[in-house]
C-alpha cells in the first residue's frame, strides 16, 4: 500500500541497535511489510556473540556487530533503529 502523496515506497536497509525481544518484534514486523522490500543489514549488540545469535535466529542475512558504533559507520546502513531498555 502506497503512501498518500508519495510515488512509490522506499525500501530501507536497517541496522539494528540492540537485539533483545523488541528488536525481534520489529525485525518480524518488517518481514511482513507488504512489499517485503525492506531488509536488516547489521546488527549490534553488547557482544558480537549476541549479535550473531540475534542474525541467526531473526536476520540472516545481518552483519552481526560487538557495538552500536560498528552498526552506525556500516556504510550498507540506512537507517538505525535504537531499541534498548532504559535502566
Known amino acids: 500500500m502506497k503512501s498518500p502523496g508519495f510515488e512509490s515506497e522506499m525500501a530501507l536497509q536497517w541496522g ?11 525485525v518480524s ?4 511489510s507488504p512489499n517485503n522490500d525492506h531488509s536488516v543489514v547489521a546488527c549490534g549488540a553488547r557482544s558480537v556473540e549476541s549479535a550473531q545469535a540475534f542474525a541467526d535466529s ?6 552481526p556487530y560487538g557495538s ?18 532504559r535502566h
Open 16 to 26: 539494528i541497535l540492540g537485539c533483545g525481544k523488541i528488536s525481534a518484534d520489529f
Open 68 to 85: 552500536y558504533e560498528e552498526v552506525i559507520n556500516d556504510p550498507a546502513v540506512q537507517v538505525g533503529n535504537l531499541i534498548l531498555l
Open 29 to 32: 514486523a518488517l518481514a511482513s
Open 58 to 63: 531473526y536476520a540472516k542475512t545481518a552483519k
